[in-house]
């Protein structure tokens, strides 16, 4: 019996050494405030099946990032090019064979429906980190110009589904990786600046009609506030009504009432911050701290170029994502349909964003030699 558990432990030892724990309880912690949030949101009708459908999902996106961990960094970096090329393929596809709301940004494979815009949170930094890797850095011109054409290609393609919000975040997680490899502030500046630029030419001829409301509602819900200013006036309600210790799990009025649309998926932190208060926000936002500060100490360690980019990058990325959500939410940005990681209710996000921290995990558990 005593031969037997030491071969059980040896056993779990063996399966569980790629894991990085600091992250794993962080992110398990999340996860269950998430499901907890999802079941409260859902109610009594649809609660139970929103739980399992995530339990799901999060079962999956924990398998990828088991398996991701374990792949050496060396032959995670040789695969990059086919990783990226092979991303782009359902991007395209979705232009033929896609469906949403108000474009074409899902691919429906009848099992699940798939977001290809997700997949370019990992493959996008991954290849960024590649090619940074090969050149001499910090990046000089000509090696800004093609990591550009790196980010910008599938960029374009994401805004044209059309999805502003993931293109724009996308398009950030492959500026973190030219940032951490050195790029000046001052390259940052121009690029802010051609945006200001083009601003007025994207308003009249690029942004749909929805996405002009979400702007102008933005700048003042109460404009519309029975129409497109809803969502942002009932959910600063929702943050405002949970005072400091929220009014309990199951007991928020503006999700159970149906006054904050979109309460499960987009909204999902109104009804934390409703239900759970300031106490249960700064909890989420604690442990959304110790996952990024994880990814950067992970890069910090790391002995080569694409580790360090690739892991810091991922965990910079993670960063925006909350930030941006939490803004949204606030009303400190406009309403983009960004996800709060592991709170939002959505399957290609959660997989995609487990499996990322497979690859930060990877970065630490397989630290190759520095320079090869």
């Not at 999802?38 to 109610?43: E, H, I, K, N, P």
């Not at 996405?211 to 009932?234: H, T």
């Not at 309460?263 to 934390?272: E, G, K, P, R, Y």
Request: net charge positive; aromatic share 12%.
């Amino acid at each position: 019996m005593r031969e037997f558990l030491r071969w059980l432990v040896d056993m779990a030892v063996r399966f569980t050494r790629t894991l990085d724990w600091p992250l794993c309880l962080a992110l398990a912690a999340l996860m269950a405030i998430g499901l907890a949030v999802l079941r409260s949101a859902g109610g009594a009708a649809n609660g139970n099946h929103l739980v399992m459908a995530q339990g799901v999902r999060f079962v999956i996106g924990l398998g990828c990032m088991w398996a991701l961990s374990r792949v050496s960094v060396l032959r995670l970096r040789a695969w990059t090019p086919l990783i990226y090329a092979l991303s782009m393929l359902p991007l395209l596809a979705v232009f033929v064979l896609g469906t949403g709301k108000y474009g074409r940004q899902w691919l429906d494979l009848k099992l699940f429906y798939l977001q290809p815009a997700e997949l370019l949170k990992i493959s996008l930094p991954m290849m960024a980190a590649w090619y940074l890797h090969r050149m001499p850095l910090p990046p000089r011109f000509s090696t800004v110009m093609v990591s550009a054409v790196i980010i910008g290609v599938p960029t374009a393609l994401i805004m044209l589904q059309p999805d502003f919000g993931t293109g724009v975040l996308i398009a950030a997680s492959g500026v973190f990786v030219l940032l951490l490899a050195g790029l000046p502030w001052w390259w940052v500046g121009v690029g802010v600046g051609g945006v200001a630029a083009a601003a007025p030419v994207a308003w009249f001829w690029l942004l749909r009609p929805y996405q002009k409301d979400r702007i102008l509602m933005f700048l003042n819900p109460e404009n519309d506030a029975l129409g497109a200013g809803w969502n942002i006036i009932q959910s600063k309600i929702a943050i405002g009504s949970g005072g400091f210790d929220g009014k309990g799990w199951g007991l928020g009025s503006q999700s159970h009432l149906n006054f904050i649309p979109e309460q499960t998926t987009d909204f999902a932190f109104s009804v934390l911050s409703e239900e759970f208060g300031w106490l249960g926000v700064a909890t989420v936002l604690t442990l959304y701290l110790v996952v990024i500060a994880r990814c950067l100490w992970i890069a910090v360690q790391a002995r080569d170029t694409y580790s360090r980019l690739l892991a810091g990058a991922t965990g910079l990325g993670f960063f925006v994502y909350v930030v941006v959500n939490g803004g949204m939410i606030s009303g400190l940005l406009p309403v983009v349909g960004v996800p709060m990681p592991l709170m939002s209710y959505g399957g290609t996000s959660a997989v995609s964003l487990l499996a990322g921290l497979g690859l930060v995990m990877a970065v630490k558990s397989h630290r190759p030699v520095h320079g090869y």
